[in-house]
């Protein structure tokens, strides 16, 4: 898979997929991340990418010339192209996981106040992070990309993403590790008894009840 990232702040990436399960997927070839810099792709003398908004308001809005001409640079046959705006599609799991199948993606960051609405043209799909406003798309599609590669085949095991909450409209079921005896909490009995069947159906029970708790929204699905 190959993610290229538009954005006019590249240096805000700079430690972000250096580390952790997404640096690994990197060096083992499994992804390929690429940073653009879409100022560079400005026709203005002074590489502009934004300028005030029609009918006035404030703020700056990114203008269409620049990220056009990027895009058209980047896509192929395969690409989705992918906007992060607010107002886009909730992101969810189930999103992460149709993406981590795709060949190439690209992520459009928005900045200032926003962009010029012709951008929406381009696109194949508008996510939004959540119900909040960051200042730019940067820290949105670190989200993406993060949750997108780890989904993908062999870069972490498929059994353990496959017990992460969400899937099935649950919850992950609580876990334990040493030691046995933690300040007068104990790790529940079951779990030390060896008995899978057991444990399984116990973990069963405390992640229906866990989300029935916490996310009661999720199990009405
Ligand atoms: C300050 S925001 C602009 C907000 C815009 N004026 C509005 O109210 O919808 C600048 C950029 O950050 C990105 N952004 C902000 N919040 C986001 C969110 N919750 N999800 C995805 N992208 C977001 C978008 O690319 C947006 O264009």
Not at 112 to 117: A, K, L, N, P, Q
Not at 180 to 197: A, I, Q, T, W, Y
Request: include cysteine; charged fraction near 30%; aromatic fraction near 8%.
């Amino acid at each position: 898979m190959k993610i290229d990232i538009l954005t006019i702040f590249p240096e805000m990436f700079d430690h972000v997929f250096s580390s952790s399960i997404i640096s690994r997927a990197i060096k083992e070839n499994k992804v390929v991340i690429n940073i653009h810099n879409f100022r560079d792709f400005s026709t203005d003398p002074h590489h502009k990418v934004d300028d005030t908004p029609y009918g006035g308001g404030n703020g700056m809005v990114l203008t269409c010339q620049p990220i056009f001409d990027c895009v058209e640079h980047l896509k192929t046959e395969e690409s989705i192209v992918i906007l992060l705006t607010p107002d886009g599609i909730p992101y969810k799991q189930k999103i992460a996981y149709e993406l981590s199948s795709k060949k190439h993606i690209i992520l459009i960051c928005g900045h200032y106040e926003g962009f010029d609405e012709r951008i929406r043209t381009i696109c194949d799909l508008e996510l939004s992070i959540g119900d909040y406003i960051l200042t730019g798309g940067e820290l949105a599609s670190m989200v993406i990309t993060d949750s997108i590669v780890r989904l993908i085949p062999g870069v972490i095991e498929t059994s353990s993403h496959q017990n992460d909450s969400f899937n099935n409209n649950l919850l992950d079921y609580p876990t334990y590790t040493k030691p046995r005896n933690f300040r007068g909490m104990e790790v529940p009995e079951v779990l030390l008894s060896g008995d899978h069947k057991k444990i399984e159906e116990y973990r069963k029970i405390e992640s229906i009840k866990k989300t029935k708790e916490k996310r009661p929204d999720l199990l009405e699905k």
